[in-house]
């Protein structure tokens, strides 16, 4: 570790599968510009840079392609480590901790440190008591390859806490840095009055749950989704089916205009992280309604006068909600100022101190340094499985 102990990170390498729209993703590049802003060199290793959020990357953001854009290709980015040199490791998200833990495996005392961000529920209540008794158990492992887990509110630093039974003082909080507006955007088409929903189109989001409410509003209003995913086709089916105007204008570089236009936001999702389309929206002052997918959720709409808070699986609530900031008596909140302005800043700072102190946890013995060779494809299934 003595290669690595400087008196700032001054090369910071991060990673992604793809750049097709994620929140996650979304955050790693806003990270990353204010990290170059202030000097800092800084690498992502990413499968593909051609999707949505390619027109996002920074000016001076140094690209690493990896072979394809599968997660099974983050494995090997041990090597490009070893040949790079970076002085940290940013792991932006849940999704990507396991290609942490076989970077971490394969490096052994050569690996510098690796920060990890918590993005989604410790607790998934749409796991069976077997899969969420797995899910703990490789939550409880990443104190062992992760020398800092960051939360992005006190609500997730509790559960991160609990959960993975880790020393609060290697949990500290930092928001995700706040969206931007880009001059001159806009998204054209959209209705006078409608309800909105942003996210990718992921069985995560269940945005049948939003669907299925509209029919059920006293004003019939228009839906639109921004985002893409997989589910594209069952969403749309879905809406033709019960007769809900239903508008998805795909990916938005910048969904501030549409959320500032929007009647209301509804967020429909099973688990999220600190979900940063609720901030948004409350920055622009619409108000929210969202499923108590987090505990981070009721840390954002703190106050009745934001929004609404409904059971995941309450249809009558939900409906009920919407309807309710639909009304003609509901009074749109006031802009809600986001967290997160210096996040870029809080970041460094934590990467400094770790270089200063190179405090990287022991290796166990059983398990020294993996040489540098592809991941076999049963390995890299079941890591691909626990990351998901």
Excluded at 165 to 192: F, M, Q, T, Y
Excluded at 312 to 326: E, Q, S
Excluded at 350 to 375: N, Y
Aim: hydrophobic letters at 45%.
């Amino acid at each position: 570790m003595a290669a690595y102990k400087m008196a700032a990170a001054k090369h910071i390498f991060t990673y992604a599968e793809t750049l097709d729209g994620g929140g996650v993703e979304r955050a790693q590049l806003r990270l990353a510009r204010g990290w170059i802003a202030q000097g800092r060199r800084v690498t992502l290793a990413v499968g593909d840079a051609g999707g949505p959020l390619g027109a996002e990357i920074p000016p001076g953001l140094e690209i690493a392609p990896l072979a394809g854009g599968t997660y099974r290709a983050l494995f090997g980015i041990a090597g490009l480590v070893r040949k790079l040199r970076p002085d940290v490791i940013f792991c932006a998200g849940s999704y990507y901790t396991s290609v942490a833990l076989w970077t971490r495996l394969r490096l052994g005392g050569a690996c510098p440190p690796i920060v990890g961000k918590i993005s989604n529920a410790t607790r998934r209540g749409d796991y069976s008591p077997l899969m969420a008794a797995g899910y703990g158990a490789w939550l409880r492992l990443h104190p062992w390859f992760l020398d800092r887990i960051v939360a992005m509110s006190e609500a997730s630093a509790r559960e991160v806490i609990e959960t993975a039974r880790i020393d609060a003082a290697r949990v500290p909080v930092i928001p995700n840095p706040p969206a931007l507006p880009l001059p001159g955007s806009r998204l054209a088409g959209l209705p006078p009055r409608y309800v909105l929903g942003v996210g990718r189109l992921v069985r995560q989001k269940r945005w049948e749950r939003l669907i299925e409410a509209m029919p059920r509003l006293a004003e019939r209003l228009p839906l639109v989704i921004l985002g893409e995913g997989e589910e594209r086709a069952s969403i749309a089916a879905r809406a033709a089916a019960l007769g809900v105007d239903l508008r998805l204008p795909g990916h938005a570089a910048d969904p501030l205009p549409a959320m500032r236009a929007a009647t209301v936001l509804a967020l429909t999702s099973d688990y999220e992280g600190v979900p940063g389309v609720l901030r948004e929206a409350l920055s622009v002052g619409t108000p929210v309604v969202s499923t108590d997918s987090s505990p981070a959720v009721a840390e954002i709409i703190a106050s009745p006068a934001l929004g609404a808070i409904v059971p995941a699986d309450d249809a009558d609530a939900l409906a009920g909600a919407l309807g309710a900031w639909l009304g003609p008596d509901a009074m749109r909140p006031a802009p809600v100022p986001p967290p997160g302005a210096d996040s870029a800043l809080r970041y460094l700072e934590l990467f400094d101190s770790l270089i200063s102190a190179a405090p990287v946890p022991a290796r166990r013995p059983e398990t020294p340094a993996a040489p540098d060779r592809p991941l076999p494809p049963r390995e890299a299934a079941a890591m691909d499985r626990a990351a998901r």
